[in-house]
C-alpha cells in the first residue's frame, strides 16, 4: 500500500555547488517515489568526515549540486507500493548505502554492502541534510526505542563501519584487540569492543587522550608513534582495527600481532601500505579492509547497542548552522561526531 501522506513535490536541502564551497539552501524535484522506496522525514543528521571528501570532490564522483549526509534518523513518511517491513511513523535510519540490486549473488547471500550496484546514499543521489530522503525499504533500519535518535545517526555509518567486522571476522571475546585512531570511529570500536568482551588496547598519537581512551572502554593504551612501545607488544594481540586516516609505521604495528593475527583496514590511510611478506608468512599474519555492514548486521549492531546502551559521543548544531558544523569538523575539534538537528 502506499502512504497516506500527500506526495511533496519538491525536498529542501543544504547543497555545495563546487568543490570546497560554502553550503546554500538548494530545492529540488525527487521524482515520483519508487515501489520499493521509503520516504523518511529527516530529524537528525550526523557529519562524516565522507561528508567533508565529497562536498570536496576528493574521490572525484561528487555531482554539484550535492547535498551531502548519510547518518540519517527520521520517520517514515511515504511507502512505495512494494516497500516491506515498515509501517508510516515508524523511527528508522538509514546510512552511507540507499540501496542495491537484491538479486545478485552478494544481495542473495546477505552481503548487500557488497553488491556490484550497490547505491550509496550521497553518491549520484542527494543526502540527509535535507527535510527529506528516500532508500530502498532493505536499508532503511527500524531504530530502536530505547536508543536515543538524537543521538544514533552515527551508528548508521561509522559504527556499522566498526561493528561489522566483529561479526564478518569471527572476533572472540577471548581475543586481545587493539584499535588504531581514537576518533569518530575509534571511540565506537573501544565501546563495542570493551561490550563484546575484549581485552582492548588503544592506539593513538595524542598522549591527550590516553585517560580518555580508557574511559571508553580501553584496558591499556599504548602510543601508535613509540617504536620501543610497539616493539615491547611484539606478538601480543589477536586482531587490530585501523580506524585511523594516516600513514603509521605499518611494519610495527603488524609486528604486535601474534599468529593468524590480523590487521584491518576501515580508515582510508592516505598512501600505499609497505609490506614484506615475511612480516606475514612465518606467523600467518593477513592483511584486510571493509566498508559498512550490511542490512542485517546493522540491526544486530542496533539490538547490540539497545542491550548495552552505546551511542556515540557527539556534539549537536542546528541544520541551519551547517556551515558552522563542517568547520568545527575541518578543524578537527569534533569529540567524536556531529550531529545535525533538522527541526532547526
Not at 523511527?91 to 542473495?108: E, F, L, T
Not at 526505542?145 to 564478518?168: M, N, Y
Not at 544486530?300 to 558544523?325: G, K
Request: hydrophobic share 40%; proline share 6%; charged share 15%.
Amino acid at each position: 500500500m502506499s502512504t497516506t501522506a500527500p506526495e511533496s513535490t519538491l525536498f529542501t536541502g543544504w547543497a555545495a555547488n563546487a568543490p570546497g564551497e560554502a553550503l546554500v539552501p538548494h530545492r529540488f524535484d525527487p521524482g515520483p517515489l519508487g515501489a520499493e522506496e521509503v520516504e523518511v522525514a529527516v530529524e537528525y543528521c550526523g557529519i562524516c568526515h565522507s561528508d567533508q571528501s565529497m562536498i570536496d570532490n576528493e574521490w572525484g564522483n561528487a555531482r554539484y549540486p550535492f547535498i551531502p549526509g548519510h547518518e540519517v534518523v527520521g520517520r517514515v513518511v511515504r511507502l512505495g507500493e512494494q516497500a516491506r517491513g515498515l509501517k508510516v511513523g515508524q523511527r528508522v535510519g538509514i546510512g552511507w548505502n540507499k540501496g542495491s540490486c537484491m538479486h545478485c549473488q552478494a544481495c542473495m547471500e546477505g552481503s548487500h554492502q557488497l553488491c556490484g550496484l550497490v547505491k550509496p546514499t550521497i553518491v549520484g543521489g542527494n543526502g540527509g541534510f535535507a527535510d527529506r530522503l528516500r532508500a530502498h525499504w532493505a536499508w532503511t533500519i527500524p531504530l530502536p526505542d530505547s536508543l536515543d535518535p538524537s543521538l544514533a545517526g552515527p551508528l548508521f555509518c561509522g559504527g556499522s563501519t566498526v561493528f561489522s567486522p566483529l561479526l564478518e571476522l569471527d572476533v572472540k571475546p577471548t581475543d586481545r584487540v587493539g584499535v588504531v585512531g581514537i576518533g569518530g570511529l575509534g571511540h565506537l570500536a573501544l565501546r563495542f569492543l570493551n561490550a563484546w568482551g575484549c581485552e582492548v588496547t588503544a592506539f593513538t598519537s595524542s598522549l591527550s587522550k590516553q585517560e580518555e581512551a580508557r574511559r571508553l572502554g580501553a584496558h591499556k593504551v599504548a602510543a601508535s608513534n613509540d617504536k620501543a612501545a610497539l616493539k615491547a607488544m611484539a606478538g601480543s594481540l589477536d586482531f587490530l582495527l585501523v580506524t585511523a586516516s594516516a600513514d603509521l609505521d605499518w611494519a610495527a604495528l603488524i609486528g604486535t600481532l601474534g599468529g593468524k593475527g590480523r590487521l584491518h583496514f576501515v580508515g582510508i590511510v592516505p598512501s600505499a601500505i609497505p609490506v614484506h611478506v615475511f612480516n606475514l608468512i612465518p606467523r600467518q599474519r593477513s592483511l584486510s579492509g571493509s566498508p559498512v555492514g550490511s542490512p542485517a548486521h546493522m540491526a544486530t549492531m542496533l539490538e547490540f547497542c539497545a542491550r548495552h546502551q552505546i551511542l556515540p559521543q557527539v556534539e549537536h548544531f542546528p541544520m541551519s548552522r551547517v556551515n558552522d558544523a563542517i568547520a568545527h569538523l575541518r578543524a578537527g575539534k569534533a569529540r567524536y561526531r556531529i550531529v545535525l538537528d533538522a527541526s532547526c
